[in-house]
């Protein structure tokens, strides 16, 4: 099962490597205005719900074209159109999260809802905007652990019909304890707070016990403090932030221009493959001096470099033998075999 898992996982890296710069990031600061005329999708108190939302338009993610979009806690999932068991996740927080009227009652009927999760769609045909909005969510590590839901949180996710742009937008917060919100498991005594902003890819994997798992593919996180992150993708580490965005921010996450693509699609050879103990790259422009990284296949980064030449092979005689990924910068993904 580890093997298939790994071979898996494999098919669907190769993909996501070629695809990782198709984002551009960046922030801004615009006003935060809560949704009017909005759709609600909820009447009763939420936590961990299932909400699906109309597909207005053509929605890509990573390149990829997806066929639903569903909310749950504050995460929005979309499954691939074109790949089974793909999935990918938008995750603005990573905080557990849940209704101000959700009461933890075993058995009971469910409580009524404070806040209204809203979704609703503006402009013309062409340039219509897919807005959708998590108001006043509580912290389910404050309930939990204190009885209490004094902090909160409201943020939004918008999606752009003409340049496939995807906005995180985030309103006012009543967060005082950064730590708590964002601790990563439930014990008040040893915090380790965990804020992730990203766009994930998943692939649905059969564990051992033959239930379904959504395994980690890569992602396009942030890191660094909310006031000046970074954006990269990655196969390995997944980035995290320091502080919570303030009142105005908003991420975006742009598709890269068309013409940084098309480089992808250039001949790329690898020789001799499988290999023992050398590498060599032939590239359909005579490009000089590229950048290159080696993958295993749980995606970790075991070998880097510049390649400099077709008379300068890239030694791989350190590598354990097996199945790798090399990425050549600004070129698509290649699978060689070390012996």
């Known amino acids: 099962?580890?093997?298939?898992?790994?071979?898996?996982?494999?098919?669907?890296?190769?993909?996501?490597?070629?695809?990782?710069?198709?984002?551009?990031?960046?922030?801004v600061e615009q006003p935060y205005n809560e949704l009017t005329s909005a759709i609600t999708l909820n009447t009763n108190s939420w936590f961990y719900n299932n909400y699906h939302i109309p597909i207005p338009f053509r929605i890509t993610i990573l390149e990829d074209e997806v066929k639903n979009i569903y909310l749950n806690n504050g995460i929005l999932y979309a499954d691939s159109k074109n790949t089974a068991k793909i999935q990918y996740q938008l995750i603005a927080q990573s905080a557990e999260l849940l209704d101000p009227g959700y009461v933890f009652n075993p058995g009971a009927p469910e409580s009524s809802s404070e806040t209204f999760l809203k979704y609703k769609v503006e402009g013309e045909?062409?340039?219509?905007?897919?807005?959708?909005?998590?108001?006043?969510?509580?912290?389910?590590?404050?309930?939990?652990?204190?009885?209490t839901k004094t902090?909160?949180?409201?943020?939004?996710?918008?999606?752009?019909?003409n340049n496939d742009l995807i906005e995180y937008r985030y309103g006012r917060n009543t967060m005082t304890n950064?730590?708590?919100?964002?601790?990563?498991?439930?014990?008040?005594?040893?915090?380790?707070?965990?804020?992730?902003?990203?766009?994930?890819?998943?692939?649905?994997?059969?564990?051992?016990?033959?239930d379904e798992e959504n395994e980690l593919v890569a992602a396009y996180s942030l890191s660094g403090t909310s006031e000046n992150p970074k954006g990269s993708f990655s196969v390995e580490k997944l980035g995290t932030l320091s502080t919570y965005p303030k009142n105005?921010?908003?991420?975006?996450?742009?598709?890269?221009?068309?013409?940084?693509?098309?480089?992808?699609t250039e001949r790329i050879?690898?020789?001799?493959?499988p290999t023992s103990d050398y590498l060599n790259i032939s590239l359909d422009n005579n490009t000089n001096r590229v950048n290159y990284s080696i993958f295993d296949m749980l995606g970790k980064t075991?070998?880097?470099?510049?390649?400099?030449?077709?008379?300068?092979?890239?030694?791989?005689?350190?590598?354990?033998?097996?199945?790798?990924?090399?990425k050549i910068e600004n070129y698509k993904t290649l699978k060689f075999i070390k012996r």
Do not use: C
């Open 302 to 326: 075991v070998q880097s470099g510049v390649y400099q030449s077709l008379g300068s092979p890239i030694s791989v005689s350190n590598l354990n033998p097996g199945i790798y990924l090399i």
């Open 151 to 161: 902090m909160r949180i409201n943020f939004q996710v918008w999606f752009y019909e």
């Open 125 to 147: 045909t062409g340039n219509r905007i897919l807005k959708i909005e998590i108001p006043n969510a509580a912290n389910g590590n404050e309930y939990f652990e204190k009885d």
């Open 178 to 210: 950064f730590n708590l919100f964002f601790n990563d498991y439930s014990i008040s005594e040893v915090q380790t707070p965990k804020f992730e902003v990203m766009i994930a890819k998943t692939a649905a994997i059969r564990n051992e016990f033959a």
């Open 248 to 264: 105005g921010t908003v991420y975006q996450f742009k598709k890269a221009r068309l013409e940084t693509a098309k480089k992808t």
């Open 269 to 273: 050879v690898l020789s001799p493959n």
């Open 1 to 27: 099962m580890k093997k298939l898992l790994l071979i898996f996982l494999m098919l669907f890296t190769t993909g996501f490597i070629s695809q990782a710069q198709n984002y551009i990031f960046s922030h």
